[in-house]
């Protein structure tokens, strides 16, 4: 248990840990999402069509990362084919980053939105 405490959200994250045990690898492959945990069996698609939402986080975090530098090209007089460009080469090198990693965001997402605090007295 002790154990379990000194892995922060950021590790499991990166990692790809379970939320619930953050024990078992809950990734497969490189984009693929195993359907329970294999440490505890913490079911990670409890419906069809779960990771859908998945698509919001990687949405987000490419629009962060790609609004910003056209803007500054843009502002700069930075060459149009440039403008036009960068985003596609950027979402040729992230986006396979991203969606990977927005399926375990998603996953820890939908674990701390649901999980019910045991608040009986332990005996
Ligand atoms: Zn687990």
């Not at 840990?17 to 359907?35: A, D, S, V």
Request: aromatic letters at 14%; a positive charge; glycine letters at 8%.
């Amino acid at each position: 248990m002790n154990e379990l405490k000194k892995k922060t959200i950021f590790e499991l994250i990166l990692k790809g840990f379970c939320p619930e045990c953050h024990e078992g690898k809950i990734t497969k492959g490189f984009i693929g999402m195993q359907r329970v945990c294999p440490h505890c069996h913490y079911n990670l698609n409890p419906e069809p069509g779960y990771y859908l939402g998945a698509m919001m986080v990687s949405f987000f975090a490419i629009a962060l990362l790609t609004i910003p530098p056209v803007i500054f090209l843009k502002v700069s007089g930075a060459d149009d084919r440039l403008i036009i460009g960068y985003p596609f080469v950027q979402y040729l090198i992230l986006g396979p980053v991203f969606t990977h990693y927005s399926k375990v965001i998603w996953a820890h997402l939908g674990y701390r939105s649901t999980k019910k605090e045991d608040l009986r007295p332990k005996s």
